[in-house]
């Protein structure tokens, strides 16, 4: 690689990544093996803590896919890596300053936010997002002023039936036990052994066919001891679409969906905590006495092949009440806009062409910026999906170096940015405060009797890591 190029010996390629979930690990772990690439990679995070979903959204019960963290690890330890956390891009540092600063930036922002139902009564008492329970449960420090008040419910309704809503749904419905060893946060096994929770309906607009969880996740709530799973044959039985559908086009999963489901509806009732699942229906408003939520209003959908062949819920005007205590929305995420970033508000993502981020949904390219994850493809797909989508970004990336020269940098200093947060009072955290802390809430965990022990405030966070960081 010539000299006078970004990336060769003489100038290294310098890359901010903005986000510490998987699909910025995945993006710095390609650009690190990229050969005959010269580069250093900061990472920025506005929590003080990394890797994202992982840590915030992943089940407590599944601690083996948190075990992923591992990987990030060891990319962590590559001396061309830096970590900042506890800065957050618009309040500590603007887009202009990264521009001022890196040669490429490479935007793994997720979707913080959340999809709105847009039907009357969803602002009422009791009903509350998905995302914003999984991150309560989870001890997120952004999802700890909410209140579930679990020991006045009986019924939940889980608007949604993707693997976020089954998580949602065992958490609610195993015995508090069984999460006694994980990371759960103290308050939420406070409130799940509280917790009067009868049954939790599972609500989706289509139909069984094209029920958006996957068999291994419905498999593990049957198989929980003192749940039963109530299936309605009635409810499983496929339209003619579907059948179609599920014979020439349906993924296996889908296949396996149905069987199991018909397999559940054969069985014998059982009594204890119940999962109850609806297809073919939609909210269309969410009921409510003194200001709090004591049912739903659903109607019933019909489906129909669209010009590709795949069913689409069409609403019949026949309309049912299921009455519960908590609305869950399992809806999905959605991007939440950066000053100085464009944002297509539309598709709730960072406008791009195959991670080349776009002046505007329909603009021309951004010179430097690119994005990965679900800022990129928006909430689709599993922790692993974004290993190949961050790749083809920094692929981009790495063919457009051949376009631009090596200009220089407004500062070149590796020391500037660290400087620039200081001057302006940023308490930033490295990667060796996060090990430190990372060491702190697992020695925590074994005094209790957990796999970790995580403390919910980001204050309190950061009040431990200074702590450490004067000990050492």
């Given at each position: 690689?010539?000299?006078?190029?970004?990336?060769?010996?003489?100038?290294?390629?310098?890359?901010?990544?903005?986000?510490?979930?998987?699909?910025?690990?995945?993006?710095?772990?390609?650009?690190?093996?990229?050969?005959?690439?010269?580069?250093?990679?900061?990472?920025?995070?506005?929590?003080?803590?990394?890797?994202?979903?992982?840590?915030?959204?992943?089940?407590?019960?599944?601690?083996?896919?948190?075990?992923?963290?591992?990987?990030?690890?060891?990319?962590?330890?590559?001396?061309?890596?830096?970590?900042?956390?506890?800065?957050?891009?618009?309040?500590?540092?603007?887009?202009?300053?990264?521009?001022?600063?890196?040669?490429?930036?490479?935007?793994?922002?997720?979707?913080?936010?959340?999809?709105?139902?847009?039907?009357?009564?969803?602002?009422?008492?009791?009903?509350?997002?998905?995302?914003?329970?999984?991150?309560?449960?989870?001890?997120?420090?952004?999802?700890?002023?909410?209140?579930?008040?679990?020991?006045?419910?009986?019924?939940?309704?889980?608007?949604?039936?993707?693997?976020?809503?089954?998580?949602?749904?065992?958490?609610?419905?195993?015995?508090?036990?069984?999460?006694?060893?994980?990371?759960?946060?103290?308050?939420?096994?406070?409130?799940?052994?509280?917790?009067?929770?009868?049954?939790?309906?599972?609500?989706?607009?289509?139909?069984?066919?094209?029920?958006?969880?996957?068999?291994?996740?419905?498999?593990?709530?049957?198989?929980?001891?003192?749940?039963?799973?109530?299936?309605?044959?009635?409810?499983?039985?496929?339209?003619?679409a579907s059948a179609a559908w599920l014979e020439e086009a349906a993924?296996?999963?889908?296949?396996?969906?149905?069987?199991?489901?018909?397999?559940?509806?054969?069985?014998?009732?059982?009594?204890?905590?119940?999962?109850?699942?609806?297809?073919?229906?939609?909210?269309?408003?969410?009921?409510?006495?003194?200001?709090?939520?004591?049912?739903?209003?659903?109607?019933?959908?019909?489906?129909?092949?669209?010009?590709?062949?795949?069913?689409?819920?069409?609403?019949?005007?026949?309309?049912?009440?299921?009455?519960?205590?908590?609305?869950?929305?399992?809806?999905?995420?959605?991007?939440?806009?950066?000053?100085?970033?464009?944002?297509?508000?539309?598709?709730?993502?960072?406008?791009?062409?195959?991670?080349?981020?776009?002046?505007?949904?329909?603009?021309a390219v951004l010179p430097g910026d690119y994005v990965v994850g679900?800022?990129?493809?928006?909430?689709?797909?599993?922790?692993?999906?974004?290993?190949?989508?961050?790749?083809?970004?920094?692929?981009?990336?790495?063919?457009?170096?051949?376009?631009?020269?090596?200009?220089?940098?407004?500062?070149?200093?590796?020391?500037?940015?660290?400087?620039?947060?200081?001057?302006?009072?940023?308490?930033?955290?490295?990667?060796?405060?996060?090990?430190?802390?990372?060491?702190?809430?697992?020695?925590?965990?074994?005094?209790?009797?957990?796999?970790?022990?995580?403390?919910?405030?980001?204050?309190?966070?950061?009040?431990?890591?200074?702590?450490?960081?004067?000990?050492?």
């Amino acid at each position: 690689m010539a000299q006078d190029l970004l990336g060769s010996g003489a100038r290294p390629l310098r890359v901010a990544v903005i986000g510490s979930g998987p699909s910025a690990f995945y993006a710095v772990e390609a650009l690190f093996k990229v050969e005959g690439l010269t580069c250093r990679c900061d990472m920025f995070e506005r929590l003080p803590t990394p890797f994202g979903l992982v840590r915030g959204g992943v089940a407590p019960d599944h601690q083996k896919i948190k075990g992923v963290a591992r990987i990030y690890d060891q990319i962590a330890q590559d001396p061309r890596y830096r970590f900042f956390g506890n800065v957050e891009i618009g309040r500590d540092l603007s887009v202009d300053d990264l521009r001022a600063a890196y040669d490429c930036r490479i935007w793994a922002i997720g979707n913080e936010g959340d999809r709105r139902l847009g039907i009357p009564g969803e602002d009422l008492v009791g009903v509350h997002s998905a995302t914003a329970f999984v991150g309560w449960y989870n001890g997120h420090p952004d999802h700890q002023r909410h209140r579930f008040d679990l020991d006045r419910v009986r019924r939940v309704a889980v608007i949604g039936n993707g693997n976020v809503a089954m998580d949602v749904a065992r958490i609610l419905l195993q015995e508090p036990s069984r999460l006694e060893s994980t990371d759960i946060s103290d308050e939420a096994l406070a409130a799940l052994r509280r917790s009067e929770v009868e049954e939790v309906v599972l609500i989706g607009r289509r139909g069984p066919a094209q029920a958006a969880f996957s068999p291994k996740e419905l498999k593990e709530i049957a198989d929980l001891d003192g749940v039963a799973v109530d299936v309605d044959a009635a409810e499983v039985e496929l339209d003619p679409a579907s059948a179609a559908w599920l014979e020439e086009a349906a993924p296996r999963s889908a296949q396996r969906n149905v069987a199991l489901l018909h397999e559940l509806a054969s069985a014998d009732p059982a009594s204890g905590r119940k999962l109850r699942t609806v297809f073919r229906a939609s909210p269309r408003s969410v009921l409510g006495e003194d200001g709090r939520v004591v049912g739903l209003e659903l109607e019933r959908n019909q489906l129909e092949a669209d010009a590709a062949g795949v069913p689409r819920p069409h609403g019949t005007g026949q309309t049912e009440r299921v009455d519960c205590d908590l609305v869950l929305a399992a809806i999905g995420y959605r991007g939440v806009p950066l000053p100085g970033l464009p944002f297509c508000e539309r598709r709730g993502i960072v406008p791009n062409d195959a991670g080349r981020v776009l002046e505007s949904p329909d603009g021309a390219v951004l010179p430097g910026d690119y994005v990965v994850g679900w800022a990129k493809r928006g909430p689709t797909g599993l922790i692993g999906n974004n290993s190949p989508d961050s790749k083809d970004t920094v692929a981009a990336l790495v063919d457009d170096l051949g376009q631009r020269t090596a200009a220089s940098l407004s500062d070149d200093d590796a020391s500037a940015v660290p400087a620039l947060l200081a001057t302006r009072g940023v308490d930033f955290v490295d990667y060796a405060d996060w090990q430190a802390y990372d060491g702190w809430e697992v020695a925590q965990g074994v005094h209790r009797g957990k796999v970790r022990h995580k403390l919910t405030d980001a204050g309190a966070i950061l009040a431990v890591m200074r702590q450490l960081r004067g000990s050492a």
